[in-house]
């Protein structure tokens, strides 16, 4: 699961716990902690260093705040209140599904172009090539390789000569 890849196991336990409990019934205001807190296995550790007295209450705060945006709390009662945030998911499970056929057609050199356009947005082959610290005969080959597949388009920049 991505959460195991961004986060850490327990943290794709507890997401899984939670599809699990929303799959079989309809909580429309997320779950609260002390909920999901029932969900989960007691045997599995909870490995995150936080403030607060509970580590589940850590852990949540931390999936928050992650990248991927898995979960949102959308609540304070009952420990907080969390729900999975499914479009943010789904884009970030598509991002990582696109990152795996890159790498597996074009190896870590189109995985890194393909992460640094990502970021950047636009930029010509030049700047690619000098932001991934590549050959830019390199770089070049690979962006055309990519361009061809459809993963990343040319645009031409406009110039109004006079």
Known sequence: ?????????????????????????????????????TLINPEIPLLVEGSSNSKLCDYLSSMTLDDAHFLDRVDEMGGGMYKINYELASRSLKLNIIESLIQEKWGILGCRIWKILQTKNKLDEKQ???????????????????????????????????
Do not use: W
């Not at 699961?1 to 429309?28: F, G, Q, R, W």
């Not at 830019?136 to 990343?152: A, H, I, P, S, V």
């Open 1 to 37: 699961m991505l959460a195991a890849k961004k986060v850490n196991e327990t943290a794709s336990h507890i997401l899984k716990c939670m599809l699990d409990e929303c799959s079989t019934s309809y909580e429309p205001n997320g779950l609260s902690m002390v909920k999901i807190s």
């Open 128 to 162: 690619v090539a000098k932001i991934g610290m590549i050959s830019q005969k390199d770089g070049r080959e690979c962006l055309y390789k990519m361009m061809n597949e459809g993963f990343c388009f040319l645009q031409v920049k406009r110039t109004y000569d006079i």
